[in-house]
């Protein structure tokens, strides 16, 4: 689909490629039209990338990206350096990395999943469905390793210009050797189940190419009019996602015709659109091309590998509509639209209307104050070379070369000259103190020390000690320069969440046909059993999809006696089930997937988490509740249970609860912050008894 140029102004091959043969692919002419039009918007959308923007300083979007990497990797390159010039200091400092990482650091500390709210058809809320929603939706991201994930896509967002995210659900085959009976290897058709499931690929800038940066689609990527995107996939697993799902007119599979490191073209011109076997690039030799056109208006969504199109070549306009789709309710009908399976954020906004459809990543932030710390870092190198290995210069000699002029040379020189040594002089303290400035100045842009850069001191000057205030103070600015991006990270952990959340609906809840029984048309579901913690104990949720139920009305003692069922089935004992980790949710599937959910992020979590601010606040919450002027109005068992023994009792907090009776405090227990008054010892004279809320809580607990 996109390869080397090889036709002339009139659109005909040129004379060195007169040779190439045709195509032995040639699709229906609705193919080749369809097959036309997408080439021709490719290149529209390819121009765009190409194009110098003042958005990035005058440079594309690929230049862009290519210097903010650079910058997050300290990249020195390789130069021709003449002889003479290569005593010069060519490194640099990894301070902009350093720095960048740092705030890596506290974004992936800020780590959520999405949470998930439901409403059901008569736009009530549904706390189970939430519940049940929010641990499929962790359960398929933790698959498909969210958390490692989740590290590059914060990487991306630092040093590129956006971080794009695909949310792809695949079902790919495998092929299985298996041994006989009588000894011969027969060989089985299998799901892969590496690779079946949900995906998430973190994509280049340079594969998802977009057909509008302006024209109010903004941040709203649902509003492009297509997006196409383009990457390499090895040869075999490109025959695990497609070989035996498409066939042409005479029932040959498509994926025959895919040759490695090769793809297809239409020459432009050609009234018989012929197409034309080329090769892709030398270095993608072993690879195979995926090419796929999203439209979205038109609910189109075709893809070609190795400029083969895997799709319905009968009518290919109207029977290849999106994979990826969203259940919607409209005018009391239930209806799948289509989506883009993409997901975007960025570091900071471009622009303040929030038009334009890429950000200003944290590398570019600190682009030019990185360029101008190692540009001071080299001529203080410099500079101190010079000093200590002294050039000389020369008097009374008709000619020296000056190639020779470099740091401790040996120069041989003819009778009666002379040599004064270099002594100018080169003032090494302003080159320090600049130097500190720059980094001072790097500090501030990169949140490093976010309360203001530290004044620059001497070599061997001992630093002044910081207080309690400007480290609060330090804490109070972190906090308000890190809730921009936390407030994109949550954005884009929304989008996760609902593109996952489709994928859920379209693939997870739908049941299979039962060919146990013979002759049965009833549909078999998948069970789940999903790791979680609840009250700081690990448990394990077991969501059953079932349609037993549907249709029937239920009175409230029929619904306690279907749970008390369900709490059978967590143990065979009355003594096992009391102590079972195991919670059982059975779910109407149908219903469930016509629940209105909704995913939501609280950017002060992340930035709490972040900032290792979450535990504090915990503990402040603590020490409030448990101060003497509010104990008399709180349970205060819950308030140690919740802020005490849950949170620090590990997995298993219900060990470290007391079994017994609770013991009233004593002068030497009280409960921490519980005294007499008038500021008095506990039992002192002129105070009042103080008697404790735990002395009556009953610790009886009923199933």
């Known amino acids: 689909m996109v390869g080397q140029k090889i036709t002339g102004a009139d659109g005909k091959p040129l004379d060195n490629y007169k040779s190439l043969s045709e195509s032995s692919y040639q699709p229906p002419d609705a193919v080749k039209k369809l097959y036309a039009k997408v080439q021709q918007d490719y290149w529209v959308a390819y121009a765009l990338q190409h194009r110098e923007f003042k958005e990035f300083d005058g440079h594309s979007l690929l230049s862009r990206t290519r210097l903010d990497q650079e910058t997050m990797s300290t990249y020195v390159g390789c130069e021709y350096v003449p002889k003479q010039k290569q005593w010069r200091w060519k490194g640099r400092k990894n301070i902009s990395r350093n720095k960048l990482f740092a705030i890596l650091a506290r974004a992936i500390a800020g780590m959520l999943y999405p949470f998930a709210y439901a409403k059901n058809e008569k736009n009530e809320n549904d706390a189970m469905s939430a519940r049940v929603a929010r641990y499929l939706i962790e359960d398929a991201l933790r698959k498909a390793n969210y958390e490692t994930q989740f590290m590059f896509m914060i990487l991306s967002a630092l040093s590129q210009p956006c971080v794009w995210v695909e949310v792809e659900w695949i079902e790919a ?16 058709e299998a799901i892969d189940q590496l690779l079946t499931g949900l995906n998430l690929n973190i994509i280049p800038i340079g594969e998802l190419l977009c057909a509008d940066f302006y024209s109010g689609c903004g941040k709203n990527i649902q509003r492009q009019p297509y997006m196409i995107r383009v990457r390499r996939l090895s040869w075999d697993q ?10 042409n007119a005479d029932g040959t599979d498509l994926f025959d015709f895919v040759q490695a490191g090769k793809t297809r073209v239409l020459l432009a011109g050609q009234e018989n659109q012929t197409l034309f076997d080329i090769v892709w690039t030398e270095a993608d030799i072993d690879e195979v091309q995926e090419f796929t056109a999203f439209y979205r208006d038109e609910d189109l969504e075709v893809t070609f590998v190795g400029g083969v199109f895997m799709g319905n070549e009968e009518d290919p306009y109207n029977s290849n509509p999106f994979t990826h789709r969203r259940l919607c309710l409209i005018d009391n009908q239930w209806v799948s639209i289509p989506v883009y399976r993409f ?126 205030q400007q480290v609060q103070a330090q804490q109070e600015q972190a906090k308000m320069l890190m809730s921009p991006f936390a407030l994109m990270i949550g954005d884009l952990i929304q989008q996760i969440g609902e593109l996952t959340w489709d994928c859920i609906v379209s693939h997870e809840t739908v049941g299979e046909l039962d060919d146990t029984v013979p002759g049965s048309l009833n549909l078999k579901y998948k069970q789940f059993l999903i790791k979680g913690k609840e009250k700081g104990k690990q448990i394990t949720n077991k969501i059953m999809f079932s349609t037993e139920n549907m249709g029937k009305q239920f009175t409230d003692d029929q619904i306690l006696k279907k749970e008390w069922a369900l709490y059978d089935m967590t143990g065979k004992t009355p003594e096992a089930r009391s102590k079972s980790d195991m919670r059982i949710y059975l779910v109407n599937p149908y219903q469930l997937a016509r629940m209105s959910v909704t995913i939501w992020i609280d950017p002060d979590q992340i930035v709490d988490k972040s900032l290792g601010a979450e535990r504090e606040r915990k503990m402040r919450a603590f020490n409030i509740l448990t101060d003497p002027r509010v104990v008399p109005f709180t349970d205060q068992k819950n308030v140690v249970d919740d802020f005490a023994i849950e949170e620090y009792g590990g997995d298993d907090p219900n060990r470290y609860k007391n079994k017994g009776p609770i013991q009233p405090p004593t002068q030497n227990g009280m409960i921490p912050g519980q005294g007499g008054e008038g500021g008095g010892p506990p039992n002192g004279p002129g105070a009042k008894p103080v008697v404790s809320p735990l002395n009556n809580i009953p610790t009886k607990v009923s199933r």
Request: without cysteine.
């Open 238 to 247: 490109a025959r695990k996602q497609y070989s035996g799902k498409h066939f």
């Open 173 to 188: 085959m495998q092929r299985i050797k298996q041994r006989m009976a009588d000894g011969s290897i027969k060989i089985l």
């Open 343 to 468: 997901a975007q954020t960025g570091y900071q906004p471009m622009d303040p209307t929030g038009r334009f459809l890429y950000y200003k990543s944290a590398a570019a932030n600190m682009f030019w104050d990185d360029a101008a710390l190692n540009k001071m870092h080299q001529l203080f190198f410099d500079a101190t070379q010079l000093d200590v290995f002294k050039p000389m210069f020369l008097s009374g000699v008709g000619k020296v070369d000056t190639k020779v002029m470099v740091p401790s040379a040996t120069i041989g020189m003819p009778m009666g000259a002379t040599a004064t040594p270099f002594n100018l002089g080169p003032n090494l303290a302003m080159a320090y103190q600049a130097f500190m400035q720059q980094n001072n100045d790097l500090e501030a842009t990169s949140q490093a020390n976010p309360a203001g850069a530290t004044q620059p001191t001497a070599p061997g000057q001992q630093p002044s000690a910081i207080t309690a």
